[in-house]
């Protein structure tokens, strides 16, 4: 399967989907919190001052759908300004959280139906269809989870979500902006060591799920700008050599052979207007931090 795969590539990786686990989520959560990562509390500041104008521009009677909703923190704050919302249908791979959410959203929102998805957000899950008839479809993708993919599966994913919104239909998107290397660089690897303990964190579930036994003191977090790709490369580096066995099989590591654990692309925002374009959307607004640090932008179909 996927996770084999991976490790028997030459360049060795695995898909960063696998962090988010009960634990991976919650050393995540305290990632957000980090002085060193501003992405989380960039989003959050520029959502809390333009949200007037972004309930506005998203329009009333939204079929809101949220690609990866976790908890649904971010989306209240939405909820709360949209004009006549029709639906809130959070996807999300977890049920315990969609469920969580979903019962605390319907007690805080009972004139808006909420339809939870329990879904890998990139297969092919169908969407439930509201109770009242009509809304536009609004697809809702914060924290820059776009950057983790590569630019062609980024391409058809949001032209995934434009057929599943339609004409007439819009996203509403958060993008982390190329910058000086020094903040990306110190945003991966933060003095706490708690993004280089979420990185190892992989193993240990790796250990737990699949029974692997990988030695986490055996690897090391190595996270770094590559400014020709544009992005944030995440490793993690075995430290000596060694083997590690998943079922029959065994993978050799040489000394300071790597395992790449994420992307994360940073964009200009033509850059990200030439992806979105040739995904079939248009972008009608971007809003910004002072520091142009963290976009949020809508893209209408
Ligand atoms: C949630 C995917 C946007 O790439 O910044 C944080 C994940 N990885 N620190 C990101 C992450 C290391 C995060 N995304």
Redesign the pocket.
Known sequence: MEILQGLQKPIKELP?KYFYDEVGSQL?DR?TELDE?Y?TRTELQIMQQQIGDIAATLGPHCILIEYGSGRSLKTRQLLDHLEQPVAYMPIDISKEHLLQASVELSQSYPHIEILPICADYTSNFTLPRPTQPGGRKVAYYP???I??FDREPARKFLAQIARTCGKGGGLLIGVDLKKDFSILHRA?NDQAGI?AT?NLHLLERLNSELGTDFQLDQFGHYAFYNPGQGR?E?HLVSLSKQQVHLGKEQIAFHNYESIWT?S?YKYTLDEFGQLATSAGLHVERIWLDPKEFFSIQYLSV
């Open positions: 960063s995540f990632i990562y992405l924290g820059s989870t950057g983790n991966y993004t979420f944030i995440m994420e994360s």
